[in-house]
């Protein structure tokens, strides 16, 4: 970026990646550890870039540090400027043959794929100099930070109508209840919704997929009754563990667990629309990654 761009701008990107830093921290030490340079130096870039555009986007004071409302807007483009810089370097990289740095996935915890570990080994032995990082994202923000090209992978439930997304599924599952084998429930071949009235129920928590959070309690209403959640369990490990415990019956898709302890057993769970549904790989149609090409496809081999 030349001098004369940079005025024009009226900020740097090293500058952005300090702001977003300082934002989403809300703490200039943490900022500063974060993004590798001392605190002073910090303070000083973000009084530059103020002063460059002429707005105030923090407010300081002895309790900490909050962002001004023209600093929410100016938070919301430094992220997209700098995952479309982020983009274009790697782009122009790959189309000259050159390595790929970096390969962003976003994975959630009750999606179980058993190929995951020899995939990101394999990947890493092919590319050696490569970065891949996994984050752990609720499933709604896979499609956003796709389309806004932060992440070069992700899952999704099908299908997902979008012109810049491909999709390709890879979990087929259905709704089902775990409970302790001793249970009620546990004679049932399948269990009607409307068996879990009274009972305490274990879900995955309302945050990591808000929208199937309420689908079920609304699921629920349709029966007659409102679902008693007593308790969100963010690892799909420790739910089967509750519910041999007695806290609660857990609410699950089959590719949510693998195995289950001795103690619990799940069965199909009725009265859902829809019953059964499909996992799919996301990734966006623009994509050239080798990387990522070769992720999706070791991820599914059987």
């Not at 740095?101 to 915890?109: D, F, H, P, T």
Request: with cysteine; aromatic share 8%; net charge negative.
């Amino acid at each position: 970026m030349s001098a004369e761009s940079i005025g024009f701008l009226g900020f740097e990107l090293r500058q952005l990646t300090y702001f977003v830093a300082v934002a989403e921290e809300l703490n200039f030490r943490k900022a500063a550890e974060r993004t590798f340079v001392s605190q002073p130096a910090l303070s000083y870039q973000m009084n530059q870039l103020e002063e460059r555009l002429g707005v105030r986007l923090l407010e300081r004071d002895h309790r900490g540090v909050a962002v001004t409302a023209a600093g929410q807007l100016f938070l919301q483009g430094a992220r997209d400027l700098l995952s479309q810089a982020a983009r274009l370097t790697r782009d122009v990289q790959e189309l000259d043959g050159g390595q790929e740095q970096e390969l962003q996935v976003a994975l959630e915890e009750y999606i179980h794929i058993a190929r995951m570990p020899a995939a990101i080994r394999l990947v890493r032995e092919q590319f050696r100099t490569l970065r891949l990082k996994t984050t752990h994202l609720p499933v709604d923000e896979h499609i956003e930070g796709i389309l806004a090209r932060r992440l070069d992978l992700g899952f999704a439930q099908l299908p997902v109508e979008h012109p810049d997304l491909v999709s390709k599924p890879i979990l087929h599952g259905h709704w089902t209840v775990v409970v302790p084998r001793q249970h009620r429930l546990a004679e049932l071949e399948q269990v009607p919704l409307a068996e879990l009235k009274g009972e305490p129920i274990i879900l995955p928590p309302e945050r990591t997929n808000p929208r199937v959070f309420h689908w079920f309690l609304g699921a629920c209403r349709e029966q007659g009754f409102e679902a008693e959640v007593a308790y969100e369990a963010s690892q799909p490990r420790l739910a089967p563990a509750l519910v041999a415990e007695g806290v609660g019956v857990w609410i699950a898709v089959s590719f949510s667990y693998p195995d289950l302890p001795e103690e619990v057993c799940a069965r199909p769970l009725l009265d859902l629309d829809p019953r059964e549904l499909t996992l799919g790989l996301v990734w966006h149609r623009q994509s050239r990654s080798q990387a990522r090409r070769l992720f999706v496809e070791q991820l599914m081999m059987a």
